[in-house]
């Protein structure tokens, strides 16, 4: 509609018609205002909405509507971009469907050794969270300018200003959205060294927000902390034995029921110390959790079961039985698990 009455104004002033120049000014002002009035509405209408979302007891359900969602965020963004309520719903959007959905069939396609198939999802999962990490970005700076500014700095300039700038429980859930669509993207793109160099970025956001409100989203910041530190061994610059801690205080936060906490906990801490029976424990636990009423990690629930399922069904290529001296590598493959 401002398109339409912008070109009439144009037309009125080629005509040096004043009266009717002022009168579509006036109509402009007003259209635009209406428009981004509503656009704004609609921002806070879909955030708070969006605990639905997360209480959708419907997997398909929920990965059929999703799409919707996220091309109306960003329509939103096209109208108003810098509305907070926008940014922050985008990026949750965009980071959560890339890892509950688009993830999901990346390991699908590895499992069938589709290779080619897979390797087109990990891209979409990529720009997914390059996307969500972009707005989120766009988020923190309106709430606390300068912070781009920190995080070009490096890690340390921009540990100090987070922690200075923002200090309100408020600022927990930018926080955790921002860090963790940044380090999904690093994790699902360790062959990229620029991307990997970063990673100390997104841990300082999201320890900000654990430090703000570790109970947030079912304790995800300790999820998210405990995964960064067991993924890689302690000769690579992990700290598997601290991600353990992170684990276990998200455990007793969500009182085992966020199941997303042992999922990643199995795939990161157990798979790097190869414990194999509490890689099994912690995911047999998901996959047997009986359905819980409507709550937020309730589809999140269902994301960690059919993950969980995926897990199992790959233990023997993640933990190989071990070679006996003198056996035949053949011979060991076939052997069960002592």
Known sequence: MCDEVTRLVWRAAQSESRIVLVIL??????????????????????????????????????RQAAPAFLLQFEGLLRVVPDDEDVLFSA???????????????????????????????RDRARRMYARAREVGLRLLERMAPGLGAATRAGPERLSQFVRREL????????????????????????????????????????????ELD????????????GYDASILSPALGGDPERGREHFERALALTRRDALLVQLNYARSYATQTQRRDLFAALLDEVVSAPERGADESRLANQVACRRAQQLLDQIDELFPAPIAAGQPAAAARESSWP
């Open 214 to 225: 570790e109970s947030y989203q079912q304790a995800a910041g300790h999820t998210f902390l």
């Open 167 to 210: 200090d309100d429980p408020a600022d927990a859930p930018a926080l955790f959205w921002t860090g963790n669509a940044w380090g999904l993207q690093i994790d699902i793109s360790r062959d990229d060294p620029a991307l990997v160099a970063d990673l100390a970025l997104p841990r300082i956001l999201v320890q900000r927000s654990v």
């Open 25 to 62: 000014l006036s109509s402009l002002a007003a259209a635009c205002d209406m428009t981004s009035l509503a656009a704004r509405s609609s921002a806070g209408l879909f955030r708070r909405a969006s605990v639905a979302f997360d209480e959708q007891f419907d997997y398909e359900l929920a």
């Open 91 to 121: 990026s949750k959007a965009w980071s959560s469907y890339a890892f509950g959905f688009i993830e999901n069939d990346l390991l699908a396609a590895e499992a069938r050794g589709a290779q080619a198939e897979a390797d087109l999802f």
